[in-house]
């Protein structure tokens, strides 16, 4: 499997975005990274999570990456079966940069488009409140101690 190794963050009229996918999920460093390094302020996650993954791991994923960066969250996916042995697990979803969901479509396997108010005050202030950015260590500054 091929997988991208630039870390992507672009402006636009939506603010500055942060591209990944699905799987990168799993790799909160990536998020950490485009939020930290990059300046992202949205973070774009097109998706085709699988339906027993994202049964237990996808709202709860997209919420703790919005929480840990201080971002929105956008994830768009594929639902329904893609083959005979494939079936993605839907859940398009918008969450805001305090983990609290603000738009989704209706249930998970509808088709349509979400729509939720991007508000850049509240990325300000939820980032003035708690500022991660400035209270953030270096990973050398942690030290191993195994019992």
Same mark, same amino acid.
């Given at each position: 499997m091929f997988l991208g190794k630039d870390i992507v963050a672009v402006d636009s009229p939506v603010g500055r975005l942060g591209l990944t996918v699905c %799987?990168?999920?799993r790799f909160p460093e990536l998020y950490q990274q485009l939020r930290f390094q990059h300046d992202a302020q949205? #973070? #774009?996650? @097109?998706?085709?999570?699988? +339906?027993?993954?994202?049964? !237990?791991?996808?709202? $709860?994923?997209?919420?703790?990456?919005?929480?840990?960066?201080?971002? %929105?969250?956008?994830?768009?996916?594929? !639902?329904?079966?893609?083959?005979? +042995?494939?079936?993605? %697990?839907?859940?398009?979803?918008? $969450?805001? @940069?305090?983990?609290?969901?603000v738009g989704r479509l209706p249930d998970r396997l509808s088709t349509g488009i979400a729509v939720a108010e991007i508000d850049f005050s509240l990325i300000d202030s939820v980032r003035a409140k708690m500022p991660i950015a400035m209270q953030r260590k270096p990973i050398d500054f942690w030290k191993s101690a195994s019992l």
């Open positions: %799987y990168d999920l949205v #973070l #774009l996650v @097109p998706s085709a999570f699988t +339906k027993v993954t994202g049964q !237990a791991h996808w709202e $709860i994923l997209l919420r703790a990456r919005a929480i840990e960066t201080q971002c %929105y969250v956008v994830a768009a996916t594929q !639902a329904g079966m893609n083959n005979d +042995k494939r079936e993605s %697990y839907g859940d398009s979803i918008i $969450i805001d @940069p305090w983990g609290t969901v």
